[in-house]
C-alpha cells in the first residue's frame, strides 16, 4: 500500500506535536541517552534514529513482534527527544518518519493481538491525515479483531475511495461485507 500524503505545513506541525506529547513524555533511559551521546559524535541523529528502525524492521520480518515494538517505541523517544533538541531537520523526511512508526506500532500490536492499541496508534495518524490508506487498513485489522464489523467496513469504504485499485483492499472489503 502507498502511503505517499500531502502534507500541509499546519497539519504537519500539529501531528509532530501530538506524536511528541504522546511518544516524548518518558525520559530517555541511560542506555537511549548513552545511544544518543554516542551515534551523534559519529552520524546525524537522525541517521542513527533511522538505523535502529530499520533493526526494528528486521525484528518485524522474523515475527518478533513484541521485541519490534520496543525498538519503534524507543526510536519514537529517540526521535521525540531530538525534535525538542532542535535538530535541523527536514520537515517532511520527519513527518513520513514519524507517521511510519506509528503505523509500525499499531502493526505490531495487530500481531500481539492488542488490537485497542493498535486503534490508538492508528487514530493518531488519522486524526490528522484521514486519507493515509495504511492507517486506514491497519485499523480495519483492529476492528475486524474486536468483531466491530460495521466499522471495519465503513474504514475499508474509505480506505477504497484513497486506494481504489488495492487489491488487498477489495479483498478485505469482501470478507467483511460477508
Avoid at 537522525?46 to 538505523?51: A, D, G, H
Wanted: glycine letters at 4%.
Amino acid at each position: 500500500m502507498t502511503s505517499s500524503p500531502s502534507f500541509t505545513s499546519v497539519s504537519a506541525i500539529n501531528f509532530l506535536d501530538y506524536f511528541v506529547l504522546f511518544h516524548g513524555g518518558d525520559k530517555l533511559s541511560d542506555e537511549e541517552i548513552g545511544f544518543m551521546k554516542v551515534s551523534t559524535q559519529v552520524v546525524s541523529p537522525f541517521s542513527q534514529i533511522q538505523v535502529l528502525k530499520e533493526l526494528g524492521n528486521n525484528l518485524f520480518r522474523q515475527n518478533q513482534f513484541g521485541q519490534a515494538g520496543g525498538c519503534y517505541d524507543t526510536v519514537c523517544r529517540l526521535l521525540c527527544s531530538s525534535l525538542k533538541d532542535k535538530f535541523e531537520f527536514d520537515l517532511n523526511t520527519i513527518l513520513s518518519f514519524a507517521i511510519s512508526l506509528c503505523l509500525n506500532l499499531a502493526a505490531c500490536a495487530n500481531k500481539l493481538q492488542g488490537f485497542e492499541e493498535a486503534l490508538i496508534y492508528c487514530s493518531i495518524v488519522l486524526n490528522f491525515f484521514p486519507r493515509n490508506a495504511k492507517a486506514l487498513f491497519r485499523k480495519v485489522v483492529a476492528l475486524k479483531n474486536l468483531n466491530r464489523f460495521p466499522e471495519a467496513q465503513t474504514a475499508l469504504e474509505e480506505a477504497r475511495l484513497v486506494e481504489p485499485h488495492n487489491k488487498d483492499i477489495s479483498q478485505e472489503l469482501e470478507v467483511v461485507c460477508q
